[in-house]
């Protein structure tokens, strides 16, 4: 399997992955065993996520089974919005450690660089973007810094074996290795072919730090939510679809390969094994120079994932 090795470590972050967006509880456990035996190493959490309770049994069932040992599996989870103050993120992540059943995660990002008002894990789980009313937005004010230095020691203490961040941009990448003592290895930013970020992705890569891109297949991550904007499926796009049919291969793999090509991890999803198996095995063929650009020409800055939806106040992208 195709990976990256991060710069700080050198551990070895498989080039695709799972991701657990969107898994519901009551199938996650399976479909995380089931993505084990089918050849999947890397899975990408988070507390916002709501399963990972039972993406850990899947991991246990599949370590019982002996399919894996434990060094074989690349974790990743992520810190919710609501635990950035310094007295919350070690706690938290000790907590999704708990979740999980596991020692240490491999990867720890910061899921987005917002701080929200402290929700007491215990009255709600995981507190999503809202207040108790469901419609209110509270914001904290901590800064970035307090909430890094937290997160090293989570790597001081073995908690975590690498620290990264995720939806964060140039400037505030740039502010952070002004006073990291361990520098953020991973960015883990929506990318697909409507939306290259090719400037982000430019300067991450400059600065050693390694790139995962989230919602790979662009708006059809959204169509379930609503948050679609109406775009038109990359699956179906001829610029895509054309690829596709001259490698044999499905519009899904050309676009995982369009990102991996360039090692740029994906962490796509898929609840059908056959899609599951098949995104897996998106290394196999190369994208001529042309095909790359001509995939890369959709670009039309289409932002999907965008906190400012919620409240303009969280504009982190503006």
């Known amino acids: 399997m195709a990976t990256i090795a991060l710069a700080r470590t050198g551990q070895k972050m498989p080039l695709v992955g799972f991701g657990l967006w969107k898994v519901t509880k009551s199938s996650c456990a399976d479909t995380v065993y089931n993505a084990i035996k089918a050849g999947y190493r890397l899975f990408d959490g988070a507390g916002d996520y709501g399963n990972e309770k039972e993406a850990g049994e899947g991991v246990a069932r599949a370590l019982k089974d002996g399919l894996v040992k434990r060094e074989d599996l690349f974790i990743t989870s992520k810190l919710w919005n609501t635990f950035h103050a310094r007295e919350h993120v070690q706690t938290l992540a000790k907590k999704q450690l708990g979740l999980w ?14 701080a929200l008002k402290y929700v007491d894990p215990a009255e709600r789980y995981p507190p999503e973007w809202f207040g108790a009313d469901g419609k209110t937005v509270t ?3 901590t800064p970035m810094q307090e909430t890094w230095t937290e997160m090293e020691k989570l790597v001081d203490n073995g908690q975590a074996k690498n620290i990264g961040i995720s939806n964060c941009q140039g400037s505030l990448i740039i502010d952070m290795l002004r006073y ?13 072919p409507y939306l290259t970020q090719e400037a982000l992705v430019e300067l991450a890569k400059t600065l050693g730090i390694a790139i995962t891109a989230y919602s790979s297949f662009g708006p059809q991550s959204y169509i379930e939510l609503d948050m679609d904007r109406a ?5 179906t796009h001829d610029a895509v679809a054309s690829v596709a049919s001259k490698y044999n291969k499905t519009p899904a793999q050309v676009l995982l390969r369009w990102a991996t090509q360039r090692e740029i991890a994906v962490v796509p999803k898929s609840n059908n094994e056959q899609r599951l198996i098949q995104n897996l095995d998106s290394q196999s063929f190369d994208l001529s120079p042309e095909e790359m650009k001509a995939i890369s020409g959709l670009n039309c ?3 999907l994932n965008d906190p400012a939806d919620i409240d303009k106040r969280m504009s982190i992208f503006a």
């Open 101 to 114: 059943g596991l020692d240490y995660f491999d990867l720890f990002l910061v899921h987005f660089p917002i």
């Open 231 to 235: 775009a038109p499926s990359l699956l």
């Open 139 to 141: 914001l904290q004010d």
């Open 180 to 192: 990291a003592r361990i520098k953020p290895q991973v960015l883990q930013i929506e990318l697909h």
């Open 301 to 303: 800055n289409l932002r």
